[in-house]
């Protein structure tokens, strides 16, 4: 029923930013997370930032002081602010949308690659 879209992903060099966009499908109500999890070469996916429908928001040590997440003025929209990328954050950044509290469901965008190589 819900789709996720990502997009924003791309090549770059260490050192510059990216900014990803999802959008999920339809008017979301109620408690929710939106997140951006990622998967590189050889690891488990992991979590990267999450942001409730409160506002608050968790990130991964690894990008605290680098990445920022945000809600979009409609409330399925989250974007990830990418800022001093490094080798390390290439991965697939998949968005996610967390509705288990309340609908018990939890729907995944297909990814968007990000790669950064000199």
């Known amino acids: 029923q819900v789709q996720l879209v990502e997009s924003g992903g791309g090549l770059v060099q260490p050192g510059e930013s990216l900014r990803l966009y999802c959008a999920a499908s339809g008017i979301i109500f109620g408690f929710n997370v939106m997140g951006w999890y990622r998967q590189a070469p050889g690891k488990e996916r992991e979590l990267v930032a999450t942001?409730?429908?409160?506002?608050?928001?968790n990130y991964a040590d690894s990008v605290k002081d680098r990445f920022t997440i945000s809600r979009g003025n409609r409330k399925n929209t989250v974007y990830l602010q990418m800022n001093s990328l490094k080798p390390e954050d290439t991965a697939v950044y998949y968005c996610?949308?967390?509705?288990?509290?309340?609908?018990?469901?939890?729907?995944w965008g297909k990814g968007t690659l990000v790669t950064v190589s000199s």
């Open positions: 942001i409730t429908s409160g506002g608050i928001t």
């Open positions: 996610n949308l967390d509705r288990r509290r309340d609908y018990g469901m939890n729907y």
